[in-house]
């Protein structure tokens, strides 16, 4: 069973840093989009990055370009997500999400458990 676990969410000031990342083990990694969505309390979830299968294409909400980076290392099966300048509304779950449907912003596929991101004060 495909697994992808989620790890790095915490609670950080505002202006500050984390990095999160993703673990992917029994999936063929490097055929899979992979992108990280984020759902925050009553809100839908939404994409928030998106990396092709070789990492030539990245893809970015409006909301977090220029802040967050989405990257990924294939021979470790993991794809990360740095973000800086973080700001209150960026607080959510955020969700890892594996789809070998191509470069295409609509979720599917596998989806991690979740990990959360609190930025307070």
């Known amino acids: 069973q495909v697994q992808l676990v989620e790890s790095g969410g915490g609670l950080v000031q505002p202006g500050g840093s984390l990095r999160l990342s993703c673990a992917a083990s029994?999936?063929?990694?490097?055929?899979?989009?992979m992108g990280w969505y984020r759902q925050a309390p009553g809100k839908q979830r939404e994409l928030v990055a998106q990396?092709?299968?070789?990492?030539?294409?990245?893809r970015y909400a409006d909301s977090v370009k220029g802040r967050f980076t989405i990257s990924r290392d294939n021979a470790a099966n993991t794809v990360y997500l740095q973000m800086s300048s973080l700001k209150p509304e960026d607080t959510a779950v955020y969700y890892c999400?594996?789809?070998?449907?191509?470069?295409?912003?609509?979720?599917?596929?596998?989806w991690g458990q979740g990990t959360q991101v609190t930025v307070s004060s």
């Open positions: 999400n594996a789809d070998d449907r191509g470069f295409r912003p609509v979720p599917g596929g596998y």
């Open positions: 990396i092709s299968t070789s990492g030539g294409r990245t």
């Open positions: 029994r999936i063929i990694f490097s055929i899979y989009t």
